[in-house]
């Protein structure tokens, strides 16, 4: 993505002060610590150390747009008849700021289920409302692979405006029309020389570098279609998942949901939560259960964001975050796995 | 060590004794192992035994169909014995090769430490009491009971006690237990509410992916009473309410098979501190039914037998 | 033949939030046998009532306020429009709470989702019905559908089989297809009882036995996996083409909508782009999980 | 909610049928008085009581929760009370060390002869609940999901 060359720029140091600006407009995020895990939370109005340690968050932003749980309606019997209630429309301007270009172009990935055929009006609105300011990384982790999914460290496609960490000062490039329009609005900013364009050049082209893990996706679907039916191979991979739901609950591409209803003293609420094709139960009906075995489960989220998504949608549903890797309980690497693929046989 | 492990490995699968290896080899990241479960020979060569060898492999034992060659811990052999206790495995179907274990090291305290992650790391290497790190090409020294993790400084059994062939010389425990302690005893500070208040807080954050569950060796339930839903117990929604019910429930459940082998803690994405519910639970078994896990392959399970006299103050 | 086709996705779009369902309301139920029970119910909303459209082969997602939602095809026919039904075989949460609600009870119901029966593709055609047990709900619409438009269609062969006879579901269907003579029926059951004078023998048995001409027709299956699996081969032993043979399937769909993600056999979402399959379609799915 | 002044404790008791439900029985039909805050439920021991029932009741609201069986050596089942025993005793205890008052986890040996017994042990039982006030503990609606990372 060719970002404009009208940039402009502002020294760590003032990040409170243009934090503070746009709080008057939205609620703003950063990456914040609880306990350890790292997470989006709302900006309590000083703090700006993020700048000094933040890598990545843990809970993906997704978690904005498809939260861990939300209320679908409230359902409530009058006079022998049900009366639903909607939750009221969720109006308040976010900003979220420092996304990394992972999760940003996560969100572009799960737009396109959500608005297939049926909208989904909750995630919908959500993605309406809600500026995305993204950070290129420096420091990606051992476990990130977005370069071999078509993307970078520094990848603006996904967001509204583009940060570039060129050391004391962040570069501010606008990318869509709101994010240019905000940049226009914001006072303070200093105009970027030549000198610190070249710099972030220098820095993108570094961090590019820095990520070393690497999947071959060429013709991926097509492989992964080949060995679909190697059964000894989808079990010998699977041996050591335990079939937990962090790769996919924590993932910013995985979406899938349970829906249930709750009913306390006559007032009942229909709850949408994350759920994941880790679990047997997923897919489990009275008679049977097409994926009881954990091969299959595997098999499963591997070529969904492989293969399926790719056919359905025209895009791999994964960004190379490198979530699953690092906080999986027993390593168990999809990279790995992706790059061992037995050849047709 | 490695040395004879994987010759005593290769021996086993050689000679038929077992149908699978059960181990560690190194992980895809710097500093990490990950379970190695093979039928192939050839690929013992890759088994490892170094100070990041989290994982309890017991857990794997309840899915594996045949007779299994197993690298166990203290902890590990003891989930072993609770397993042989439950019937969930017979012994004669699992070959332990035991390791003496001085202790495991939690990268989480040493990130803590030395302000980096991981990844950013250089070496970490364990020298006697002493843990030494590099990063930025400085060294620095660290004590064990800085860096290793808390159930291993309160580890009372070390060296496993079950075992087919023991790898190396029999370990002591760290002599001075009181800092595996020392959240639990800070929580037992507090007065009740405040206390009922951190676990709310600590569980509001818990996402229902069921790490803490699957890691477990002790959880072995086909069909876990989360997943009931006639009657529903418990909302599949991660509400504080149910999320705490759910770990209260485990806890009961697992008490007297969990050995303080701290995977549940590890394991969890959004570091809810576990063990301070499951080393509580371990240690009101001790108190009360003066039981402890997997100690005797022999000893009844703790819920299936009782004493004519114990515990009954409470009862009117 | 592109049943998959998803044009029809958009056929009947909720005004607004898709997930919301309509009230509706249970007009009358009909224990078909223990444990199954077919419920007759229309929306309360009046406008709705005379608006809703939906094709044979569809399904619905209903709600039991407080218990949950499951999806159920709709079983009654879009030629006889003065209700909807859907038959309900209690198995789980949902249907267990189904089955306590009584007439006048209200309910949610969301739809009709998912592809339907190809009818262009039918007409003219012979059409051979084979069902097993509450397997005959989705091809009941469809059956009434031909009837009601007889002259469009060629011979039809209705060979439907259960366990017993008292697990023979639509007892009452089953009498009028036995009496009309532009159909033949055959019931079969697995193993008779004191009172059964009619056919034993499992369904593909019977299959094989009648032997239905498969030249210029159609064979519409529904029923339990196993009967499927059986019932294939001898769909192909008889000549048929697996163009020509026509199934529906069945999976745990939450949204119904194609995006909680349990549905899937490959990329093929069953609540998105089936349920109605042919067995061409399924046999290039390269996987054993339908 | 309710006033505090107005406030009665609910509580929930689960009760062996062979001997505390009859001396429940026992204690209606001679007419002892206790307090009208107990729900029962009948099981058939109290060795069937699993401590997610104890658990479910408080998430319930209940503001204690009841077990009752027979007297140590007469259950019907032989050693049904003595399983109960081990379970409540490890919920009492792991449920005190989260938080909970331990007044809201009672247990009672109340055998059919016992109608006297059942009345005090409810009496004492609600008295005690009055005491310690009413069951809060999931009443909060705390959620970093709800109120953090995602409003």
């Known amino acids: 993505m060719r970002l404009i060359n009208n ?151 996904n967001v509204d405006l583009m940060l570039t960490d060129i050391g004391d000062e962040f570069l501010i490039e606008g990318v869509t029309d709101a994010g240019k329009q905000l940049i226009a609005q914001t006072s303070g900013l200093e105009e970027a020389t030549e000198a610190d364009d070249s710099r972030a050049k220098e820095v993108r082209e570094a961090s590019y570098h820095k990520v070393t893990r690497r999947i071959d996706t060429k013709d991926i ?25 962090i790769c996919t609950l924590l993932c910013p591409t995985c979406y899938c949901f349970d829906i249930s209803d709750e009913l306390v003293k006559q007032q009942g609420t229909r709850f949408r939560c994350w759920d994941s094709c880790a679990f047997p139960i997923y897919t489990k009906m009275p008679m049977e259960n097409p994926r009881e075995e954990k091969w299959r489960r595997v098999r499963q989220k591997v070529c969904h964001k492989y293969e399926f998504y790719l056919m359905n949608f025209g895009v791999i549903a994964c960004t190379g975050c490198g979530r699953c890797i690092r906080l999986c309980p027993v390593n168990w690497d999809i990279t790995q796995t992706l790059n061992s693929l037995p050849a047709k046989t | 060590m490695e040395q004879k492990l994987r010759r005593e490995a290769k021996a086993l699968l050689e000679q038929g004794q077992v149908d699978y290896i059960v181990g560690f080899e190194p992980g895809s990241l710097k500093f990490t192992t990950t379970p190695l479960i093979t039928r192939d020979k050839e690929e013992v060569d890759r088994l490892v035994i170094n100070p990041f060898i989290v994982n309890n492999l017991a857990n794997f034992l309840t899915e594996l169909k045949g007779r299994v060659g197993i690298i166990a811990k203290g902890c590990d052999s003891r989930s072993i014995v609770s397993l042989i206790q439950d019937n969930k495995v017979a012994r004669e179907d699992v070959v332990i090769l035991g390791i003496p274990c001085p202790g495991i090291i939690d990268l989480s305290k040493v990130e803590e430490l030395i302000g980096k992650d991981r990844d950013e790391l250089e070496a970490i290497s364990r020298e006697g009491d002493k843990v030494v790190i590099t990063a930025d090409g400085k060294t620095s020294e660290f004590s064990i009971t800085e860096v290793l993790f808390d159930n291993c400084l309160g580890c009372e059994l070390p060296t496993p006690q079950e075992y087919d062939i023991l790898l190396g010389e029999p370990t002591l425990p760290v002599t001075d237990r009181s800092a595996s302690q020392a959240k639990i005893e800070q929580l037992k500070g507090m007065p009740p509410q405040p206390r009922w208040e951190f676990w709310s807080n600590e569980l509001s954050r818990c996402i229902r992916c069921y790490a803490c569950r699957n890691v477990c060796p002790a959880c072995f339930c086909q069909r876990c009473f989360v997943e009931e839903t006639e009657p529903q117990w418990l909302m599949p929604v991660p509400r504080w309410q149910d999320n705490l019910m759910f770990q209260v429930i485990r806890n009961i459940h697992v008490a007297g098979r969990c050995t303080d082998c701290g995977e549940c803690e590890r394991a969890c994405p959004v570091n809810i501190p576990l063990r301070s519910l499951t080393k509580e639970m371990y240690d009101i078994v001790g108190e009360l039914f003066h039981f402890k896990a997997g100690m005797d392959k022999d000893t009844a399970p703790l819920m299936t037998h009782y004493e004519q006299e114990e515990a009954e103050d409470f009862i009117r | 033949m592109a049943i998959t086709d998803i044009s029809h996705r958009k056929r009947f779009l909720a005004q607004g939030n898709v997930y919301l369902p309509h009230i509706a309301v249970i007009e009358k139920i009909i224990e078909e046998t223990p444990g199954v029970r077919t419920f007759h119910f229309n929306f309360k909303d009046e406008k709705l009532r005379e608006e809703f459209t939906f094709e044979s082969g569809q399904f619905g997602e209903c709600s039991v306020f407080g218990v949950g939602e499951a999806p159920f095809c709709i079983s009654s026919s879009p030629t006889r429009r003065d209700h909807l039904e859907f038959a309900v075989q209690q198995a789980g949460r949902v249907t267990n709470a189904l089955h306590r609600l009584g007439v006048g009870a209200e309910i949610g119901f969301r739809g009709p989702y998912g592809n339907s029966f190809p009818l262009e593709l039918l007409q003219g055609k012979n059409l051979v019905f084979i069902g097993g047990g509450i397997g005959l709900a989705p091809l009941r619409s469809l059956i009434w559908n031909v009837i009601d438009n007889r002259e469009k269609y060629g011979n039809i062969d209705i060979i439907y089989g259960a366990r017993s006879p008292a697990d023979l579901c639509f007892g009452y269907d089953l009498d009028s297809w036995d009496k009309d003579r532009a159909v033949n029926m055959i019931t079969t059951v697995d193993r008779g009882d004191e009172g059964w004078t009619g056919r034993v023998g499992l369904v593909p048995h019977v299959l094989e036995q009648v032997a239905p001409a498969a030249d210029n027709a159609v064979a519409i299956v529904c029923g339990p996996p196993i009967m499927i699996r059986f019932t294939f081969p001898v769909l192909v032993k008889l000549g048929f083409t697996p163009e020509q043979i026509i199934t529906t399937l069945e999976k745990r769909m939450k949204c119904g909508i194609g995006k909680c993600g349990r549905c899937n056999i490959g990329n093929i979402y069953v609540c998105r782009d089936g349920p109605v399959f042919t067995y061409a379609q399924i046999k290039s799915f390269v996987s054993s999980e339908y | 909610m309710k006033q505090e002044s107005e406030w009665e404790p609910r509580l929930l008791g689960f009760l062996c049928k062979w001997c505390s439900y009859a001396g429940a029985d026992l204690a209606g039909t001679s007419r002892k008085k206790y307090p009208a805050n107990i729900r029962i439920i009948k099981v058939p021991c109290s060795g069937r009581i699993d401590p997610l029932f104890i658990l479910k009741a408080l998430r319930l609201g209940f503001d204690g929760v009841l077990v009752s069986g027979c007297h140590p050596g007469e259950c019907h089942y032989q050693t049904g009370n003595y399983r109960a025993r081990r379970r409540i005793a490890l919920t009492k205890k792991f449920l005190e060390y989260m938080g909970v008052e331990p007044t809201r986890i009672q247990a009672s040996w109340v055998s059919a002869s016992e109608g006297g017994k059942f009345a005090e042990v409810v009496t004492e039982v609600t008295n005690e609940l009055k005491e310690i006030g009413p069951n809060r503990l999931f009443d909060e609606e705390r959620d970093i999901y709800g109120t953090k990372i995602a409003p």
């Open chain 1, 221 to 245: 679907n097509s492989k992964l279609l080949s060995c679909f039916e190697d059964e000894d191979y989808w079990e010998k991979v699977a041996a050591k998942c335990i079939s937990c739901g």
């Open chain 1, 7 to 157: 940039s402009k720029k502002v020294n760590k140091k003032d990040i409170g002060k243009l934090l503070s600006q746009w709080s008057e407009e939205f609620v703003v995020f950063v990456p914040s610590k609880e306990n350890g895990v790292v997470m989006m939370a709302k900006w309590d109005g000083t703090d700006t150390s993020f700048v000094d340690w933040y890598r990545n968050t843990v809970i993906p932003p997704k978690a904005h747009f498809l939260p861990p749980m939300e209320e679908m309606f409230r359902f409530q019997k009058d006079k022998g008849s049900y009366q639903l209630e909607q939750p009221a429309s969720d109006g308040q301007k976010q900003l979220i700021f420092a996304i990394r270009p992972c999760d940003a172009n996560a969100l572009a990935i799960l737009d396109k289920v959500f608005e297939d055929a049926y909208e989904d009006p909750y995630y919908l609105s959500r993605r309406k409302n809600r500026l995305l300011v993204g950070l290129g990384c420096t420091n990606p982790y051992d476990s990130c692979f977005c370069t071999s999914l078509g993307s970078s460290p520094s990848d603006a496609a």
